[in-house]
């Protein structure tokens, strides 16, 4: 009988000898699959420090400007196209996206050129971009790109005095329409009082001098001229003046 216990107790001591050494041989594997798994980075993606989108103003019209456009980056730090170019009246405007005047599509090109027809002439606009699907950039900010005045003004002064001067002012129709009518405008620097015109009719008041055409020489064709004159009273006579000219 003791032989039996005694066979007994080593065969259960020679078990948990096993089972110890199989414990000891599972836990170091165990410990360093849990280290390697936490050890793992988590991959992340970082756009470049570059505009997506680029563009300038590189044409214009009495009533249209041209923008031409560099499509730096694709999704998804930048755009696939075609673009959609918005143009706004002011910057404040073109800052927060409201109101914009006009718009156009490009090309399927990533860089190229667009026309957006339809203006005001001799006005100032900015433009923005954004893609079909509605995502706007939030970086380029361009402008003012101005369409080209319908007439152009210049101003000579022929002779002056102590009291005042006389000068000359040539209308000229830049466009490629006919003008039925002009108005030239500036601002006067100091005391200066319009005292005659002949060749247009003044307008304005103050400071600010204005003269539109008379009954016969409204109506320009593309590239025709006429002039006005006109006595000025000044008590320092302006060393130029610097007209525009519109409708």
Do not use: H, K
């Not at 594997?29 to 103003?57: D, E, H, R, Y």
């Not at 560099?70 to 730090?77: F, G, H, R, T």
């Not at 996206?97 to 002439?121: H, K, M, Q």
């Not at 699907?133 to 361009?142: A, K, N």
């Amino acid at each position: 009988m003791l032989r039996t216990l005694g066979a007994a107790l080593a065969a259960a001591l020679a078990l948990t000898g096993l089972a110890a050494s199989a414990g000891a041989d599972r836990s170091p594997a165990t410990t360093t699959m849990t280290l390697a798994s936490a050890a793992t980075p988590t991959p992340t993606f970082a756009c470049p420090p570059a505009l997506p989108v680029s563009g300038q103003v590189t044409g214009a019209t009495t009533t249209s400007v041209s923008i031409t456009y560099w499509m730096v980056l694709s999704p998804p730090c930048g755009y696939d196209p075609p673009l959609l170019v918005s143009l706004f009246a002011g910057r404040e405007d073109a800052t927060g996206w409201r109101d914009p005047v006009a718009e156009a599509v490009t090309g399927p090109e990533r860089s190229g050129t667009v026309t957006i027809g339809g203006l005001a002439p001799g006005t100032e606009y900015w433009f923005r971009f954004g893609d079909t699907r509605g995502t706007r950039d939030p970086y380029v900010i361009g402008g003012p790109a101005r369409t080209l005045s319908l007439c152009s003004a210049t101003a000579t002064i022929d002779s002056r005095w102590g009291g005042g001067f006389v000068a000359t002012v040539t209308v000229r129709n830049d466009g490629t329409e006919p003008i039925p009518g002009w108005l030239v405008s500036w601002r006067w620097s100091g005391d200066e009082r319009v005292q005659s015109v002949w060749g247009g009719v003044a307008e304005g008041a103050g400071q600010d001098a204005a003269v539109r055409n008379a009954s016969w020489n409204g109506t320009l064709t593309p590239g025709a001229s006429t002039t006005f004159g006109m006595l000025v009273a000044s008590s320092t006579p302006p060393a130029a003046i610097t007209p525009e000219c519109g409708r």
